[in-house]
């Protein structure tokens, strides 16, 4: 199994940045990609960005593409989520999940809120 814990999340002001960060333990050798993704209240959980954990290709979902960057540390084991340009629509509880060959998500972390104040 893999355990993941996000942290980063905090208040921010509209126009402002927050980084994400998503530690990875266990059996961290068997991660082939991770993920992000959002949950606002009362709104389904949403794709955000995804990276390759060998080669560091991203993919991002249309709503933060020029906004959001995905990065990782293979050594640490940590997934990066650089948010800029927030918004209060980016307010949400952030969630970072391991990503399978097949591209479903099967380990979870337990999410960090973003709040984005107007």
């Known amino acids: 199994q893999v355990q993941l814990a996000e942290s980063g999340g905090g208040l921010v002001q509209a126009g402002g940045s927050l980084r994400l960060s998503c530690a990875a333990s266990?059996?961290?050798?068997?991660?082939?990609?991770m993920g992000w993704f959002r949950q606002a209240p009362g709104k389904e959980r949403v794709f955000i960005a995804a990276?390759?954990?060998?080669?560091?290709?991203?993919n991002y979902a249309d709503s933060v593409k020029g906004r959001f960057t995905i990065s990782r540390d293979n050594a640490k084991n940590t997934a990066y989520l650089q948010m800029n340009s927030l918004s209060p629509e980016d307010t949400a509880v952030y969630y970072c999940?391991?990503?399978?060959?097949?591209?479903?998500?099967?380990?979870w972390g337990q999410g960090t809120q973003v709040t984005v104040s107007s």
């Open positions: 999940a391991t990503q399978r060959p097949s591209g479903g998500y099967d380990y």
């Open positions: 266990g059996r961290t050798f068997s991660i082939y990609g």
């Open positions: 990276i390759n954990w060998n080669t560091g290709r991203p």
